[in-house]
Every structure is written in C-alpha cells, then in structure tokens.
Nanobody, 115 residues
Framework: QVQLVESGGGLVQAGGSLRLSCAAS????????MGWYRQAPEKQRELVAA???????NYADSVKGRFTISRDNAKNTVYLQMNTLKPEDTATYYC?????????WGQGTQVTVSS
C-alpha cells in the first residue's frame, strides 16, 4: 500500500516562499510521474506542476517562473519550491503519484498567502 506524506505548507505573506515535500512509502519501484495539484475553495482541483521519472516538467501557466518542481528518485520524494507567492496561490495542495498507471493522492497541505 502506497502512502504519501506531505509537508511544508503554512501561512506566508505575499512575495514570500514555501517548499512543499511529498514522500512516497510502500513503493520500491514503478513510480512514474509525480506532481502537485491544488484546490481553492469553490474551485476545481487543478494541476500545478508535474515531473516525469526522466525529469521532464510541466507547469500551469499561472506558476511558470515562480514555482519549481523536482524529485529525488532514490527517496521517492517530490518537491515544490514556491517563490514570489501571491494571494491567489492560496489553496490546499495535493501530491499525486502515478504508480504503474494507478494514481495515488496525498492528504493535502494548506498554503495560505496573505496580502
């Protein structure tokens, strides 16, 4: 059973930075893409950034140039470095992992950006 443990959320002022981490346990092989989604109140969940096992990345237009996704395959961990945060980045951020074609989700971590 794969478990995803997220950390790094919190409250930050606009212009500040946060780093999210998501560690996947219970999977010794087979992790493909890893990514981060977010969901703000009354909005649909949206992709923020994703990274393949080979290191190719994809970002939402709204975060390009401000957020950076990376992964440590040896640790089965994905990171999201968030810089120049804006109030509109406020949301619950969810880690997502593709394990042999099956998606797994973290429990979510809250990011709140004050103006």
């Amino acid at each position: 059973q794969v478990q995803l443990v997220e950390s790094g959320g919190g409250l930050v002022q606009a212009g500040g930075s946060l780093r999210l981490s998501c560690a996947a346990s219970g999977a010794s092989f087979g992790i493909r893409a890893m990514g981060w989604y977010r969901q703000a109140p009354e909005k649909q969940r949206e992709l923020v950034a994703a990274i393949t096992s080979g290191g190719n990345t994809n970002y939402a237009d709204s975060v390009k140039g401000r957020f950076t996704i990376s992964r440590d395959n040896a640790k089965n961990t994905v990171y999201l470095q968030m810089n120049t945060l804006k109030p509109e980045d406020t949301a619950t951020y969810y880690c997502n992992v593709d394990l042999l074609g099956r998606p797994y989700w973290g429990q979510g971590t809250q990011v709140t950006v004050s103006s």
